[in-house]
């Protein structure tokens, strides 16, 4: 590694370029990681990071790692275990569970931080070697509203269909439920240009670090009650329509659907949307008319982001979005369009290639005989013995010890008790499974609850490639060698797969897989044949499709939309009864309670909360509310709060913020425990997606009592 190895950050999908060397040799070891980050330039972070990737090497040495296999003996203690039994109780497990519950007894919950390969390979190991249909991933709390929407609009969903430096030249941006300057700062710098033109916008309740940002003329901040950001799109379409900003001749050209539409929006007029919404008219209008006019200077963009699109109607929310775009003529344009912004690192790769219940590797559907046909010439296998389509997460999640439910659990890649809704319900599940298998190399909530915890490698220790928030393909280089006893995903399930007798071949080399994945999409949406390591190493940009004999496919859509018929669909939605369950009533007035990130800590804070710098900036979860909201509860800045509804309790400290609207409250979703935002969720869920309700919670905030003040206490380590 004399020269550093080029490589990727291991958190987020903007995966900033960096590059790991060995530390000098006169700097104390006791001080530093076992290897040193640095910036590289790169289109998407042109040398920036943000504090979690300055700090992601200190994670590869920490004294909490887990380096041998862990048993849960009946006193509920973890003690080491050698690999051979470990691997013994797994396949003993599987079969007692398979024996007496059929293959969809054993269930597997994978992650979107996987490479392309492990993805790939986990969906072939619970199919082939477990059997099992019963496989769903973490990406399902992320991206799926947004992916069935740009499936429904555009016959196909990737992230962002054009390069993220395209967004540098725009006049105008509508930046939707995302909080890029938390969530990933160096994304900050493309939105400069829509800053400098007065045509940044950005649709928040909250006064995030991101909205701050259209002051002083930078553009507008539209502020609306959580949850109606249907309602909001439905109006800025109707403007559209209604003041002539549409553009005809893209319609005519390249859509279906328009009529329907326009008929949809009428009654969507500004004034009641504010009614619904609380934004103002005026600004409704404003915003329609900046992005028509922005569409004929630099372009105009509108990006959606997790929180309009984690609702029971998230799909349809990004649907409006979808064709509000359409209606201006931006999907497919050289200078605007419209994307999503996929949250987890691999989130966009690990979507496409077998995770999901309803998908084969390819972004294949599961039902299709066509797609069954090609996966079972790949594998080597008749197609029967390719199960059919599982269930998504929330439901895979809430069958956990039932009677016709999951039994024996693997986790990859995700951790469920922090991250799921109704998190309560959910560890409740995973204690009553007869056997449950957590690969992790730190003991997260999730794998506490573990029969079993596998250590694994690291980021930066495994080779292997991710795909991007634009669905560019890039390479992870191994850096440094894992600690003795830790073993990689792939050699996990390649071991396995041998002892459970597992038909067609598993293999621990990234490489080997990788190159079966590119036969695996040949000819599939997600098309991955033309790549190869050769061109990642040599530095080739890869944005899928790329088949064989191709260049790939940086801008999507420019000619065609990929449906049969080469158009773009118009699909009318509109604002519904939400079905959420009632929860019992409390003394005082109701909130509603919307989740999200900080700017130290990364989804469930498993990584993050170990890290010392960041640790010590953000140690706690606080609940933002309004100051008038905490006067009239009596809670004052810094005050113990507890949270409730009927799913569970949350206490913490009170942060106060004008930010914020009166009626709302804010909580991060990075803490465990007595801090856990998701002790309050709900798991109801959209009915196209999947995606479960995390952004309007009704809950009610009052001053804790003494005995709840002396936890948060304790808690804090405070004497």
């Not at 016959?155 to 941006?173: E, H, K, M, Q």
Request: hydrophobic share 40%; glycine share 12%.
């Amino acid at each position: 590694m004399a020269d550093g190895a080029a490589t990727h950050c291991p958190y987020c999908a903007l995966q900033c370029a960096m590059t790991l060397t060995a530390p000098a040799a006169d700097t104390d070891p006791l001080d530093e990681a076992p290897v040193e980050v640095a910036g590289r330039d790169f289109p998407t972070n042109r040398g920036g990071l943000c504090r979690k990737g300055w700090t992601s090497a200190s994670l590869l040495e920490h004294p909490g790692r887990v380096t041998e296999p862990l048993l849960k003996g009946a006193d509920g203690v973890h003690r080491p275990v050698g690999w051979d039994e470990a691997l013994d109780r797994i396949v003993t497990a599987v079969n007692a569970a398979r024996g007496r519950y059929g293959p969809d007894g054993v269930g597997v919950f994978g992650g979107g931080g996987l490479t392309n390969e492990k993805a790939y390979q986990l969906g072939k190991f619970a199919r082939l070697a477990l059997g099992t249909s019963r496989i769903d991933y973490n990406g399902r709390f992320c991206m799926s509203s947004a992916a069935a929407a740009g499936m429904r609009a555009f016959g196909l969903d990737r992230g962002l269909p054009f390069p993220l430096a395209d967004l540098d030249a725009a006049s105008t941006i509508l930046l939707l439920g995302s909080n890029v300057a938390e969530t990933m700062p160096p994304f900050v710098q493309h939105l400069q240009g829509a800053r400098d033109a007065g045509g940044l916008i950005v649709v928040d309740p909250r006064r995030s670090a991101t909205a701050a940002f259209t002051a002083d003329g930078g553009g507008l901040h539209l502020q609306p009650l959580p949850g109606t950001d249907l309602a909001l799109l439905l109006g800025l379409a109707h403007v559209v329509i209604h003041e002539g900003l549409a553009d005809a001749g893209y319609i005519a050209d390249r859509t279906t659907g328009y009529e329907a539409v326009a008929r949809s929006v009428a009654s969507y007029w500004p004034e009641r949307v504010q009614s619904l919404t609380g934004v103002p008219a005026g600004l409704i209008r404003d915003t329609a008319r900046r992005l028509a006019e922005g569409r004929a200077r630099g372009g105009s963009y509108v990006l959606t982001g997790r929180g309009v699109e984690q609702h029971v109607d998230g799909t349809d929310t990004a649907t409006a979005a979808i064709n509000l775009a359409l209606l201006l003529g931006l999907p497919g344009s050289a200078r605007s369009g419209y994307g999503t912004l996929t949250g987890q690192g691999n989130g966009q790769g690990g979507r496409e290639h077998g995770q999901k219940a309803d998908q084969l590797p390819g972004y294949r559907k599961i039902t299709d005989p066509a797609a069954r046909a090609h996966m079972a010439e790949v594998w080597g296998v008749p197609e029967t013995a390719i199960p059919g389509p599982g269930v998504p997460a929330v439901e895979l999640l809430t069958s956990l010890g039932q009677p016709d439910g999951v039994r024996c659990l693997f986790v990859h890649g995700a951790n469920v008790a922090v991250s799921a809704p109704d998190a309560n319900a959910v560890i409740a599940g995973l204690r009553s499974l007869d056997f449950l298998v957590v690969c992790d190399f730190f003991v997260s909530e999730t794998a506490a609850e573990a029969d079993l915890i596998l250590p694994v490698t690291q980021w930066a220790e495994e080779e292997g490639t991710l795909t991007n928030l634009e669905g560019r393909v890039l390479r992870r280089r191994r850096a440094i060698a894992p600690p003795p006893g830790v073993r990689s995903e792939l050699w996990i399930m390649t071991r396995l797969a041998e002892l459970l007798e597992a038909p067609s071949t598993f293999s621990e080399d990234p490489e080997i897989v990788f190159e079966e994945l590119r036969l695996a999409s040949a000819g599939g949406l997600a098309d991955y044949s033309g790549i190869d390591y050769a061109l990642l190493d040599r530095g080739e940009e890869a944005y899928w499709p790329y088949p064989a004999g191709s260049t790939g496919t940086p801008r999507l859509f420019l000619d065609s939309f990929a449906h049969p018929d080469g158009r773009a669909v118009f699909t009318p939605v509109a604002p519904r009864r939400r079905t959420l369950a009632a929860v019992p009533e409390a003394a005082g007035t109701p909130m509603t309670l919307i989740t999200g990130r900080l700017l130290e800590h990364y989804q469930s804070g498993a990584q993050t909360r170990r890290v010392a710098a960041l640790a010590a900036a953000r140690p706690e979860a606080r609940l933002q509310l309004h100051p008038a909201a905490a006067a009239a509860q009596g809670i004052a800045e810094g005050d113990v709060v507890a949270v409730t509804n009927g799913r569970g309790e949350v206490l913490c400290r009170a942060e106060l913020s004008a930010g914020i609207r009166p009626e709302t409250v804010f909580l991060p979703f990075h803490f465990p425990g007595l801090e856990s935002a998701n002790r309050l969720t709900e798991a109801a869920t959209d009915p196209v997606s999947g995606m479960p309700e995390f952004k309007t919670s009704k809950v009610w905030v009052r001053p804790a009592a003494a005995g709840a003040r002396a936890e948060v206490l304790q808690m804090e380590g405070a004497p």
